[in-house]
Nanobody, 123 residues
Framework: VQLQASGGGSVQPGGSLRLSCTASGFSLTYYPVGWFRQAPGKAREGVSCFGSSRDSSYVTESLKGRFTTSRDSDKNTVYLHMNNLKPEDTAVYYC?????????????????RGQGTLVTVSS
């Protein structure tokens, strides 16, 4: 049972990236999947959640309009689409699951957390 975040990299302000959270050993379709980020010296920040019920999914209010989240059940992957990136988006991004069958926001986040992927936005 493993989560793996990928897709990070270096990009100029205004650029775009798509992060992937891929699961092995279980199906993401039945779990809420959250994206979080943590910048150096800052607290962890919730970014988005994609629920087992699509209707419960959301993006943090301050990131709406630039970030979206989606799921490809065939690829067992949840994506974070990031557009118009800004230097303040620089952080390690990682994904976490909630309990089986829960929606967004879940009653709690589990310890099932993938290794993060670094996003650097600079000119």
């Amino acid at each position: 049972v493993q989560l793996q975040a990928s897709g990070g990299g270096s990009v100029q302000p205004g650029g775009s990236l798509r992060l992937s959270c891929t699961a092995s050993g279980f199906s993401l379709t039945y779990y809420p999947v959250g994206w979080f980020r943590q910048a150096p010296g800052k607290a962890r920040e919730g970014v988005s959640c994609f629920g087992s019920s699509r209707d419960s999914s959301y993006v943090t209010e301050s990131l709406k309009g630039r970030f979206t989240t989606s799921r490809d059940s065939d690829k067992n992957t949840v994506y974070l689409h990031m557009n118009n990136l800004k230097p303040e988006d620089t952080a390690v991004y990682y994904c976490v699951t909630g309990p089986l069958g829960d929606n967004c926001p879940p009653v709690r986040w589990t310890d099932n957390r993938g290794q993060g992927t670094l996003v650097t936005v600079s000119s």
